[in-house]
């Protein structure tokens, strides 16, 4: 594709492409006044989806951080009926002793075993307050959702709604768009394309008006303006950088 463009547009002569890159402008320029249109739309919408995605993961981790700690309460009780089972076995088995040594054994491991236990009552009441905070935090998180799912919703329902109204002209112009780009060829459309973004309103290519860029407004020396309208060669503003072109090929003056 890009080897095509280069073939087409060495078919045509420079002031041919200068016609073609000012018709480029003109066109852009246009596209530019429906992209205007939806504003802060499109980034609105991309912050909301990014937010809405941040929350849904958040709740997907706490919700996963509260059956962590439920799981391990249940671990927990598990092990204090262990334990109470072996202070069981441990104290009938005291009954049964034959010395002194053997009977203060299994009281060792009786009080291990039920220090065991207020361990795991200790973690358990944790727990149950981690988990408490974790699904007050869970709730929180699903009504701030809630909230920019709505406002997602709208702002979508928004940008669809000027998509769709101005889809047929957006196509158009990028068509446009698109047919003048193959009479220009590869470099100069790179710093076209270049300087329209380095520019606040998008204006890379400016007719001369009243002997001044018709984009920063400083002036054009004479000469200068001559070799502009000759159409031979590109020429930019020594000031701002954008590409000048004759005021000529502005039927009414006027970009």
Same mark, same amino acid.
């Given at each position: 594709?890009a080897s095509k463009k280069v073939?087409?547009?060495? *078919?045509?002569?420079?002031?041919? /492409?200068?016609?073609?890159?000012?018709?480029?402008?003109?066109? *852009?320029?246009?596209?530019? %006044?429906?992209?205007?249109?939806? %504003?802060?739309?499109?980034?609105? !919408?991309?912050?909301?989806?990014?937010?809405?995605? %941040?929350?849904?993961? #958040?709740?997907?981790?706490?919700?996963?951080?509260?059956?962590?700690?439920?799981?391990?309460?249940?671990? #927990?009780?598990?092990?204090?009926?262990?334990?109470?089972?072996?202070?069981?076995?441990?104290?009938?088995?005291?009954?049964?002793?034959?010395?002194?040594?053997?009977?203060?054994?299994?009281?060792?491991?009786?009080?291990?075993?039920?220090?065991?236990?207020?361990? &795991?009552?200790?973690?358990?009441?944790?727990?149950? !307050?981690?988990?408490?905070? /974790?699904?007050?935090?869970?709730?929180?998180?699903?009504? !701030?959702?809630? *909230? #920019?799912?709505?406002?997602?919703?709208?702002?979508?329902?928004?940008?669809?709604?000027?998509?769709?109204?101005?889809?047929?002209?957006?196509?158009?112009?990028?068509?446009?768009?698109?047919?003048?780009?193959?009479?220009?060829?590869?470099?100069?459309?790179?710093?076209? /394309?270049?300087?329209?973004?380095?520019?606040?309103?998008?204006?890379?290519?400016?007719?001369?008006?009243?002997?001044?860029?018709?984009?920063?407004?400083n002036r054009i020396p004479p000469?200068?303006?001559?070799?502009?309208?000759?159409?031979?060669?590109?020429?930019? &503003?020594?000031? &701002?950088?954008?590409?000048? !072109?004759?005021?000529?090929?502005? %039927?009414?003056?006027?970009?």
């Open positions: 594709m073939t087409d547009a060495a *078919d045509y002569s420079m002031e041919e /492409k200068i016609v073609a890159l000012y018709e480029l402008q003109k066109v *852009d320029s246009q596209i530019d %006044g429906i992209n205007k249109l939806k %504003g802060e739309l499109p980034l609105e !919408v991309q912050d909301l989806e990014d937010e809405v995605a %941040g929350l849904e993961t #958040r709740i997907a981790n706490i919700t996963r951080e509260v059956e962590e700690l439920t799981t391990e309460t249940k671990r #927990r009780k598990e092990e204090i009926e262990s334990a109470k089972a072996m202070i069981a076995r441990y104290t009938e088995q005291q009954n049964n002793v034959r010395n002194n040594r053997e009977f203060d054994s299994l009281s060792k491991e009786i009080e291990y075993q039920s220090l065991e236990i207020e361990l &795991c009552e200790k973690r358990i009441k944790e727990y149950g !307050v981690e988990v408490k905070n /974790k699904k007050k935090a869970i709730e929180d998180a699903q009504a !701030v959702l809630a *909230d #920019r799912q709505i406002d997602l919703q709208n702002k979508k329902q928004e940008l669809e709604t000027i998509d769709k109204e101005t889809a047929a002209d957006a196509a158009k112009l990028t068509a446009e768009s698109e047919k003048l780009q193959t009479k220009i060829d590869e470099r100069l459309l790179s710093a076209y /394309k270049r300087i329209r973004a380095n520019v606040r309103n998008g204006l890379a290519v400016v007719t001369v008006k009243r002997d001044a860029c018709g984009g920063c407004y000469q200068r303006q001559l070799d502009i309208r000759q159409s031979k060669k590109i020429i930019v &503003c020594e000031y &701002c950088g954008r590409i000048l !072109v004759s005021d000529e090929l502005d %039927g009414n003056g006027e970009q």
